[in-house]
């Protein structure tokens, strides 16, 4: 009779723990995007969204504690930093600026001047950066000529809402490899845009936006990785949640050494997420590192 009573109280506990464990996906998110991926380009996918330790590099925070600010090598320079999208914050150029050797550009036309907090050493160019040259857009391979940098230790940062696919479309693994810093928010990966992505650019094809992302690991190591916590996470097809939007720190490849990470995602840097809902939901859709 005992043994019936244990084996009646394990099921009990076995049973909340599938119920109550967050297991499944309705139990802590609610609401998510659908990926239109195959199966096995979602498994690709979610390896390249997988962040790695790198020998040798530590992190902080440069910017604000929320979205703007990024997660990056600690101590590192760099020769000039080249900024895609302004919006209404440049905490993160202002930080960054006593890394740089040379010039710090922001470039965006939507904006009509930097904001009032900018340093003033930072230089705007009121022009967009997409696939092609015309009258409000320029690309970044054109604007990397003017720098004349060969050493390959530019950085960049891009987060113009969805235009980072073009972008990465224009760069050859030469251009990419004259950056050893680059932080970009990328959206609505995994589908094609269909909601509350933020994802305003030419580019909706899940495939084509996965085969940029393939493109940039392809030179660089991804290392960090924040989910925009207001969105809602992809669902793929297995019941696996990744993020739909996130903020991405990738470092240059050539002459480091790579590991599975030991880091636990979101770590102390990330921004802070007082909302319990929100703060479950990021956790939730940051699981797939470990499995």
Same mark, same amino acid.
């Given at each position: 009779?005992?043994?019936?009573?244990?084996?009646?109280?394990?099921?009990?506990?076995?049973?909340?723990?599938?119920?109550?464990?967050?297991?499944?996906?309705?139990?802590?998110?609610?609401?998510?995007?659908?990926?239109?991926?195959?199966?096995?380009?979602?498994?690709?996918?979610?390896?390249?969204?997988?962040?790695?330790?790198?020998?040798?590099?530590?992190?902080?925070?440069?910017?604000?504690?929320?979205?703007?600010?990024?997660?990056?090598?600690?101590?590192?320079?760099?020769?000039?930093?080249?900024?895609?999208?302004?919006?209404?914050?440049?905490?993160?150029?202002?930080?960054?600026?006593?890394?740089?050797?040379?010039?710090?550009?922001?470039?965006?036309?939507?904006?009509? =001047?930097?904001?009032?907090?900018?340093?003033?050493?930072?230089?705007?160019?009121?022009?967009?950066?997409?696939?092609?040259?015309?009258?409000?857009?320029?690309?970044?391979?054109?604007?990397?000529?003017?720098?004349?940098?060969?050493?390959?230790?530019?950085?960049?940062?891009?987060?113009?809402?969805?235009?980072?696919?073009?972008?990465?479309?224009?760069?050859?693994?030469?251009?990419?490899?004259?950056?050893?810093?680059?932080?970009?928010?990328?959206?609505?990966?995994?589908?094609?845009?269909?909601?509350?992505?933020?994802?305003?650019?030419?580019?909706?094809?899940?495939?084509? =936006?996965?085969?940029?992302?393939?493109?940039?690991?392809?030179?660089?190591?991804?290392?960090?990785?924040?989910?925009?916590?207001?969105?809602?996470?992809?669902?793929?097809?297995?019941?696996?949640?990744?993020?739909?939007?996130?903020?991405?720190?990738?470092?240059?490849?050539?002459?480091?050494?790579?590991?599975?990470?030991?880091?636990?995602?979101?770590?102390?840097?990330?921004?802070?997420?007082?909302?319990?809902?929100?703060?479950?939901?990021?956790?939730?859709?940051?699981?797939?590192?470990?499995?």
């Amino acid at each position: 009779m005992k043994t019936y009573r244990v084996l009646i109280v394990f099921g009990i506990l076995v049973l909340f723990a599938l119920l109550f464990n967050g297991s499944t996906i309705e139990s802590y998110v609610g609401e998510t995007h659908k990926s239109n991926l195959t199966p096995s380009q979602e498994r690709r996918l979610v390896e390249l969204m997988k962040p790695v330790d790198v020998e040798g590099i530590s992190f902080e925070r440069l910017g604000v504690d929320g979205d703007g600010g990024y997660v990056v090598p600690l101590g590192h320079n760099y020769s000039n930093h080249i900024c895609l999208g302004v919006g209404e914050d440049v905490t993160y150029e202002n930080a960054i600026l006593n890394r740089i050797k040379g010039h710090v550009v922001c470039f965006d036309h939507t904006v009509s =001047k930097l904001p009032d907090h900018a340093d003033p050493r930072i230089k705007w160019v009121k022009k967009g950066v997409g696939e092609n040259e015309n009258a409000e857009l320029t690309t970044l391979p054109r604007i990397m000529k003017k720098f004349n940098s060969t050493g390959g230790d530019m950085s960049l940062k891009m987060d113009i809402e969805g235009w980072e696919f073009p972008v990465l479309k224009t760069m050859s693994r030469d251009d990419l490899n004259k950056f050893d810093l680059i932080v970009t928010e990328l959206h609505c990966m995994g589908n094609n845009g269909d909601k509350g992505g933020g994802d305003s650019g030419p580019i909706k094809d899940s495939t084509s =936006k996965l085969e940029a992302l393939e493109k940039l690991c392809d030179t660089h190591y991804l290392v960090h990785i924040h989910p925009t916590p207001h969105c809602l996470p992809l669902e793929l097809s297995d019941g696996t949640l990744i993020p739909y939007v996130a903020e991405f720190t990738f470092v240059k490849k050539a002459g480091r050494l790579a590991k599975k990470t030991q880091r636990t995602f979101p770590t102390e840097l990330d921004e802070s997420v007082l909302d319990p809902t929100l703060a479950k939901r990021r956790k939730a859709c940051l699981r797939y590192i470990t499995k």
